[in-house]
């Protein structure tokens, strides 16, 4: 490969002056820009006439500080011949480890989306708070570093509410910068895996609150406030798709197929990744006529409706347990598994990245399976 030259040039601009610049050839690849650069603009000028001892100084000035970049430059084109492959290896770690771990993490927030990068940004935010608003080095990212991060999120309050975060936000929150760990050491960004050497935080098991195959017929039957309400909600627990899904639902991501039954293809808002969940017919005819393509399957609904009116719906059909609308989620979930469908299969229909997350419903089951063993007793007395 022929070597790049560079030689200092200047241009003509107005006012009377030279504009420094410096000439590659054969271009070179300029990391920051992607591109192949042929010139370097210094922001240096000269006066072609210097009419003062002041524009002569400059010029001088210019004119040195100008070479001295020439000469700089011309030596980092030519790293491989002056340096020996570790002073490179040496010069690379040094040049990363004074970049900004800081801003390198806000670069992987910015290629998520919806809910997720909300997440991430909300994420960053403590760990600016943690810095206390200074600037983090690649060089200056230690697993001691961390370790520290992952206690103050446990001790941490929400920005908005004032409250102490709960567990498993800052298990999501402390997640967004192991994964940011996990790719800079991948990249070479980091000289050691200090992702591997960090303590995790353990999940803590929250209550899902669901409603018995029992429950949901009395459910069915009861009278709600608002009938919109009812048909949106009983959707839900034949699907288990969660509310922000439902309300984004257009007719041209229903399918109706006589071979292969009816299914719904979209983006599954939480994680900005294509589903295909097959529902039933009585999920399908629960839509109501088809319209057209781009029209959403229920159209105007306001999630105010349904904060307000699923407790009142609930009441009604005489059911004491606290229930939300993303219960109903967590009702098709355990009702299937409760109805022997394998958990691998009750995650893919639920959208979940790991069959994990979807564990805890198993054990919901367990603890109903161990509730029916006492309602055989031989001895009431």
Not at 193 to 219: C, F, H, P, W
Not at 244 to 273: A, M, P
Not at 311 to 330: N, Q
Not at 348 to 365: A, D, E, F, P, R
Request: glycine share 4%.
């Amino acid at each position: 490969m022929k070597k790049t030259k560079v030689t200092l040039r200047t241009k003509a601009i107005a006012n009377g002056k030279l504009s420094l610049y410096l000439d590659f050839y054969p271009p070179y690849f300029n990391k920051e820009t992607g591109e192949y650069s042929r010139r370097e603009f210094l922001k240096l000028y000269l006066f072609v006439k210097p009419k003062n001892v002041i524009e002569k100084i400059n010029n001088t000035e210019c004119q040195k500080t100008a070479e001295l970049i020439c000469i700089r430059r011309q030596n980092e084109m030519c790293k491989n011949d002056i340096y020996t492959p570790f002073e490179l290896e040496q010069l690379r770690i040094k040049e990363i480890g004074d970049k900004s771990f800081l801003e390198y993490f806000k670069k992987q927030a910015d290629k998520r989306n919806g809910n997720n990068q909300k997440i991430w940004f909300s994420a960053i935010l403590h760990f600016t708070d943690f810095l206390e608003s200074c600037d983090l080095l690649f060089k200056d990212v230690t697993v001691a570093l961390v370790d520290d991060y992952r206690d103050y999120l446990l001790s941490a309050h929400s920005r908005r509410t004032g409250e102490k975060l709960a567990r498993n936000t800052a298990l999501s929150y402390y997640n967004k910068i192991k994964t940011t760990l996990k790719k800079a050491y991948k990249e070479g960004l980091l000289r050691t895996d200090v992702n591997a050497g960090v303590e995790g935080i353990k999940e803590q098991e929250s209550e899902r609150n669901y409603l018995t195959m029992e429950a949901v017929i009395s459910l069915f039957k009861a009278k709600c406030p608002k009938e919109e309400v009812k048909r949106v909600g009983l959707f839900a627990i034949l699907t288990g798709l969660r509310y922000s899904d439902i309300v984004k639902l257009k007719w041209k991501e229903v399918i109706d197929n006589q071979s292969e039954g009816h299914y719904i293809r979209f983006i599954q808002k939480k994680t900005d990744k294509p589903e295909n969940l097959p529902i039933s017919k009585e999920a399908f005819d629960i839509m109501g006529a088809r319209g057209t393509d781009n029209n959403p399957v229920f159209p105007g609904l306001k999630k105010w409706d349904f904060d307000r009116l699923v407790p009142v719906w609930v009441a009604t059909a005489g059911i004491k347990k606290h229930i939300t609308f993303h219960c109903f989620r967590h009702t098709y979930a355990t009702l299937q598994i409760a109805g022997g469908t394998d958990i691998l299969t009750v995650s893919k229909m639920l959208g979940h990245k790991s069959i994990k997350t979807t564990q805890i419903y198993t054990k919901v089951v367990d603890v109903r399976k161990k509730e029916a063993t006492e309602k055989i007793k031989l001895n009431n007395r």
